[in-house]
């Protein structure tokens, strides 16, 4: 995905740098994950906020 600092950057690109070096600062699964999300986003797999807050309300509401 590119952004505004590097329009250039990849997500698998950074995952795949993040398992070479083995980095210990995150862990890999984190790393992950967020390149799914990121994916995810870029491929229109989302929900509006306005649709989720109405639907967690109405299964959490009266729980408190």
Do not use: F
């Not at 797999?45 to 009266?62: C, E, H, S």
Request: aromatic residues 4%.
């Amino acid at each position: 995905m590119a952004n505004s600092k590097n329009p250039e950057w990849q997500p698998e690109s950074h995952v795949d740098e993040c398992v070479k070096s083995k980095r210990k600062d995150r862990p890999i699964a984190l790393d992950l994950a967020i390149a799914q999300g990121i994916a995810d986003a870029e491929a229109g797999r989302l929900k509006p906020i306005g649709d989720v807050a109405i639907r967690l309300t109405a299964k959490y509401d009266g729980r408190s």
